[in-house]
């Protein structure tokens, strides 16, 4: 199974991405967020390999690596040389 998509997001590999949103078999997806409703682009979805069980792991999937991979997202993109756009 591939670990990295990338593609239009009106094509297969967007359709594939909506469908592994959906379908998780007891395993939670989540958009990887930095901080309070700041997603990353691209759009990053993680899933965790193990079913989290108790709320000391929901959290902290939740919160911790959730923020941790937005942040390694931006900073590979900044220190390839993606300027980061923001609209004012």
Avoid: W, Y
Wanted: net charge positive; with cysteine.
């Amino acid at each position: 199974m591939p670990k990295i998509l990338i593609g239009r997001v009106d094509g297969p590999v967007g359709a594939a991405f909506a469908n592994m949103m959906a379908q998780s078999k007891g395993h939670t997806a989540m958009f990887a967020i930095r901080a309070c409703n700041q997603m990353v682009r691209p759009a990053t979805m993680m899933v965790p390999k193990v079913t989290l069980k108790d709320m000391v792991n929901i959290e902290f999937f939740g919160g911790v690596v959730q923020s941790a991979t937005a942040d390694a997202i931006v900073d590979c993109l900044l220190s390839k040389g993606f300027c980061l756009r923001i609209r004012q």
